[in-house]
């Protein structure tokens, strides 16, 4: 089946500082997804994008599509100490109807 | 999370025991989702069904049985548990993910089968 890495697997930050992440798969998606899990939480969606280039922004976040349909990316600006959480990126192929999710990135933010 | 719910919460089992987790959704959803979440794994596709009398294998489906017999209801059942299905299982809706459209999650139900 699909592989989706997604990298890092962990990050602790100051607050302030900018974070990125990123997720690449073996196969090509015509969707890409970033959640965010609090614990005891399920995951909540926070960017959905549905075409290779597409940047679009949800605050202080930003996400990208990359050009190969294969990888995306999740920038988080000026972080604050309730971004802590574990953010994962989801992939989904061509007319599917099952996502692929990463392995999460766990983001620590200390005041 | 709105809109999707599971139950219960929280179990204990011992093993060989069976259970049935309960995933409602009041979105009028046609598309419902199981899944497991383990350290380090994400969350791996259980079973899902794309509607009304439907289910469909995942990427891990043995061990665990689903049925759909009403559009709001997604049924995961396990039938002889075993201390390999300790986890966290969620459940997740969307009305039509070929659309676009978003996939709902419930907030999780943890089991733990000793």
């Known amino acids: 089946g699909q592989q989706l890495n997604q990298s890092p697997q962990s990050m602790f930050i100051q607050e302030g500082e900018d974070v990125s992440m990123n997720c690449t798969s073996s196969?090509?998606?015509?969707?890409w997804l970033w959640y965010k899990q609090d614990p005891g939480e399920g995951p909540v969606l926070l960017i959905a994008?549905?075409?290779?280039?597409e940047l679009t922004s949800n605050g202080r976040l930003t996400a990208q599509f990359g050009i190969t349909r294969k990888d995306s990316f999740l920038n988080i600006s000026a972080s604050i100490p309730s971004d802590v959480g574990i953010y994962f990126c989801?992939?989904?192929?061509?007319?599917?109807?099952?996502?692929?999710f990463g392995e999460g990135t766990q983001l620590t933010v200390n005041p | 999370n709105a809109g999707v719910t599971q139950t219960p919460k929280f179990r204990v089992l011992k093993t060989g025991q069976s259970m049935t987790l309960l995933c409602a959704q009041d979105?009028?959803?046609?598309?419902m989702y199981w899944y497991r979440q383990d350290p380090g794994m994400g969350l791996r596709l259980i079973h899902y069904?794309?509607?009304?009398?439907?289910?469909a294998k995942g990427e891990v489906p043995d061990g665990y049985n689903v049925s759909r017999l009403k559009k709001q209801n997604f049924l995961l059942g396990l039938e002889s548990a075993a201390p390999s299905q300790t986890s966290v299982y969620f459940c997740?809706?969307?009305?039509?993910?070929?659309?676009?459209?978003?996939?709902?999650f419930g907030e999780g139900s943890w089991l733990t089968v000793v």
């Open positions: 997740a809706s969307s009305y039509d993910p070929r659309r676009g459209n978003t996939i709902y």
């Open positions: 196969s090509i998606f015509n969707t």
């Open positions: 994008l549905y075409k290779a280039g």
């Open positions: 989801a992939g989904r192929e061509t007319s599917g109807s099952r996502l692929t």
């Open positions: 979105m009028n959803h046609e598309y």
């Open positions: 069904s794309v509607g009304e009398g439907t289910t």
